[in-house]
């Protein structure tokens, strides 16, 4: 098991930036791969970047492209997203994703753990 836990959401005026935590706890060692994930009412859950937990490769959405960035600290267990630039459509509830097979991983049902989830809200 891998329990998650994110943090790091809030309000933030358009073009402004935000970084989000994910740390992580159990056999972390199982996962090859975790991710960030977004969701907004009435919508599937969209897929935001991945990582590869070792080596470091990492995989976005062409949406936060050049805008997001998806790093990790092994030794704290900790993945983050940094987000600048940020625009209101990038508004939703933000989850942390672990266990994917691949770095590349985009599909929310192949991953094996999430976390509760932390707000963002991006103000015009």
């Known amino acids: 098991q891998v329990q998650l836990v994110e943090s790091g959401g809030g309000l933030v005026q358009a073009g402004g930036s935000l970084r989000l935590s994910c740390a992580a706890s159990?056999?972390?060692?199982?996962?090859?791969?975790m991710g960030w994930f977004r969701q907004t009412p009435g919508k599937e859950r969209e897929f935001v970047a991945s990582i590869r937990w070792s080596g470091g490769s990492t995989y976005y959405a062409d949406s936060v492209k050049g805008r997001f960035t998806i790093s990790k600290d092994n030794a704290k267990n900790t993945v983050y997203l940094q987000m600048n630039s940020l625009k209101p459509e990038d508004t939703a509830v933000y989850y942390c994703?672990?266990?994917?097979?691949?770095?590349?991983?985009?599909?929310?049902?192949?991953?094996?753990?999430w976390g509760q989830g932390t707000q963002v809200t991006v103000s015009s």
């Open positions: 994703a672990a266990g994917g097979r691949y770095y590349y991983e985009t599909i929310a049902g192949q991953y094996d753990y």
């Open positions: 159990g056999r972390t060692f199982s996962t090859h791969a």
